[in-house]
């Protein structure tokens, strides 16, 4: 079982950075996928970034590659999105996730998720 707890949301406005920061409680987590989604308002959580257990593969969404950016430190058991040039588009809850092997973008094949954050991006 993986805990996951998400952090670092708020109301931003366009243009603005924020980071959003995810830890997890198992030791294992350097053997563990991760993945941010996201999910606006009366929309589908949809999928954002992903890393590999090392760090040394990521895969993102077309709407915020070249903006965002995932990176995890398996020292600190905490997965990172770096959100950049943000957009009101951006506003939703974002998740992350956890699954035990290859990276994934679809949300069923995710295991465990964060309880999510909430981030708001005015114009």
């Known amino acids: 079982q993986v805990e996951l707890v998400g952090s670092g949301g708020g109301l931003m406005q366009a243009g603005d950075s924020l980071r959003l920061s995810c830890s997890a409680s198992?030791?294992?987590?350097?053997?563990?996928?991760m993945a941010w989604f996201r999910q606006a308002l009366g929309k589908e959580r949809e999928f954002v970034a992903a890393?590999?257990?090392?760090?040394?593969?990521?895969y993102y969404a077309d709407s915020v590659k070249g903006r965002f950016t995932i990176s995890r430190d398996n020292a600190k058991n905490t997965v990172y999105l770096q959100m950049n040039s943000l957009k009101p588009e951006d506003t939703a809850v974002y998740y992350c996730?956890?699954?035990?092997?290859?990276?994934?973008?679809?949300?069923?094949?995710?295991?465990?998720w964060g309880q999510g954050a909430q981030v708001t991006v005015s114009s």
């Open positions: 198992q030791r294992t987590f350097s053997t563990y996928a």
């Open positions: 890393i590999n257990w090392s760090g040394g593969s990521t």
């Open positions: 996730a956890a699954r035990k092997t290859s990276i994934a973008t679809i949300k069923g094949l995710y295991d465990y």
